[in-house]
């Protein structure tokens, strides 16, 4: 696989010692045959070469564990057969909506809308799958972007909402979720955000991110910013009014919810009753799934393959319990938080407003609508 040598575009490649250090790790990596996701490309070998923060040898060790992980998990063939749990697909908040003013995709998280009791209706692994799946559409979605622009994309920015978030969401069980895939986000697709937004940040936030942010380290702490307060007027220098939703300052209401709940799933409180259509892998497919994503609600009946929606653009996905839970996970794993249970817990709803007109999410060559 060969490649053009290009200079410092300030876009993908930022400055001449980010060109040197890719250039090293492609000769490095001169017997490396790749995929979409995994590749030789200047976009992929620099998110390695800053994961390791500049470290050539670091980045390539990184790079080849991550090859050799793709070898054995096979996560194109997990992203092509997988159908996730309809609990995930129902109540794991979160969604793609539209794109920012470089035109990146833009991932809403809903953290503090997780029911921590989600372990109990599925399986680790089955939660692993499903992040991977979506770390493997999200190379589609990149790809898509690409096309629309005419540049490449291989970041997103992430706005995650901490409203609701509270002890609960540590308990053990939770935890031991989330460390299961915070390794395969960092290890295996890192750096895939430009920045993230942290917004309606809880006190048991602020408390562990005034403990850990001095052992941040600056690359990385400067990818994140926490807003006390309205969120609008930060987002807003990010993301165009008509792109972001009304709950946050914009003007995009979808279906007659300021919150775009169709695309940002809400999440909630799971039903100790619930029962959902259990994880299944197809056989039958033979290309990457970007329809199994799309929300659903109530039915508990599968979508058949001629029932599921078509999209006029693409699927979503995120990367979920990103830098946020895993630097408040540090800072509570030996906590006494981590036992709590959280069956009864109440979590706090999303309240509707008025609806006002629909505006509608446009597909053009300016923008697009990704739908998780």
Sequence with gaps: MTHEIKGVDGWVIRTPKERQGVEEMRILLNDFEGDATLNTGDACLVRFLRAQHGHVNKAVKMFRNAAEW??????????????????????????????????APVFYDRIGQVDASIVK???????????????????????????????????????????????????KNAISVVQAIIPVLDNYYPMRFTKMIIINPPFVFNVGWNLIKPFINESTKAQIEVVQGDPSKILLQYIDKDQLPKSLGGNL?????????????????????YQGYPATYREDRTDLPMEILVPVRQSFKRPTPSEEPELNFVASVSEWWTTTISSINDWVQNADAAEIETNDEKLPELKDEIPEEEIQIPVSNNKCCVIC
Excluded: W
């Excluded at 209401?253 to 009753?273: A, L, T």
């Design 121 to 171: 209706h599925c399986t680790k692994e089955e939660l692993e799958h499903f992040e991977i799946q979506k770390q493997e559409l999200l190379t589609e979605i990149f790809k898509k972007c690409s096309q629309v622009d005419g540049r490449e994309h291989h970041q997103q920015l992430v706005v995650n909402d901490l409203a609701g978030l509270g002890m609960g969401h540590l308990s």
């Design 253 to 273: 209401v979808i279906n007659g919810d300021p919150y775009c709940g169709d695309i940002i799933i809400k999440g909630g409180k799971i039903p100790k009753d």
């Design 70 to 103: 793709r070898k054995n998990k096979k996560p194109i063939e997990i992203a092509m057969r997988y159908d996730a749990p309809q609990v995930i697909r129902q109540y794991r908040p979160g969604g793609i909506l539209g794109r920012d003013k470089t035109g």
